[in-house]
């Protein structure tokens, strides 16, 4: 698997959680221009998890093409990727599925030569490394954010948060977005994603997409300090058989290693990391 001239890695593992809930999905080529990356943090169940994993990149690839097609070339990523989580959304809560208490967070990010499109529900995150800088992509969904917006919103719809092993919406959910969780989505609960459209800069390293398992016990400087140390060789992994991505590369190294200092620091959920260069090989200065 090639992505232009630039590599991936990815890594999805069960950590010290009894099931596996979370998902990942890359697909290279497709969307127009477009790569797509993806990963999924589920809650009380998998069957909504691994329907992501296999459906919203085609959902968002017909609605592109078919956007394309109307309107010609041209913006307006919030209304589509707006209609793509609904769509997703839709599939998981009917055909039968039980969806009124499970369901995943997504974050989606789309790259071509020109930008990232990032579409973010829920809890998890994406880095990019910018002239060796670590610069958020995107916003968690907590209810306990420190500048209490999303309080504020679950509030001011009917709902309430509980301190119970962490805040919960309604005392069930550490997140304030998901796709499906049908029972919290009259109140509080949304699919929405925020999205955001990032032009490209030369003096972008690498982008670090990952769930909660890494975040919750490693600081977006230190993951980015982590990458850039693999890609320029000063730190690798003794079986690097165990990465996957687009070859042997160090963004495949670096993927597992965050996955690897994630269960050292004691990390309680599942745990899915990708890791996208944005520079050719051997041109970041360590």
Known sequence: MTFGSL???FISVIGRRRVMEDAVTVAIGGIDSYDFFAVYDGHGGANTTAACRERLHLIVAQEVKERRKREGCGGGWEDLMAACFLKMDEEVTGAGRDASSVGPSALVVMVDEEELVVANRGNSRI?????????????DHKPDKPDESERVRVEAAGGGITNWYGCRVLGVLTTSASIGDQNLKPYVVLSK?????????????????????LWDVVSNEFACEVVRRCLTGQLRLRFPEECSGSGPSGAAEAATMLAELALARGSKHNISVIVVELKKSSTIVS
């Open 7 to 9: 590599s991936h890695g």
């Open 127 to 139: 880095v990019l490394c910018r002239a060796g800088v670590a610069v958020p992509l995107s916003r």
């Open 193 to 213: 994603p925020e999205v955001t459209v990032n032009a490209r800069s030369e003096l972008d390293e690498f982008i670090v997409i990952a769930t909660r398992g």
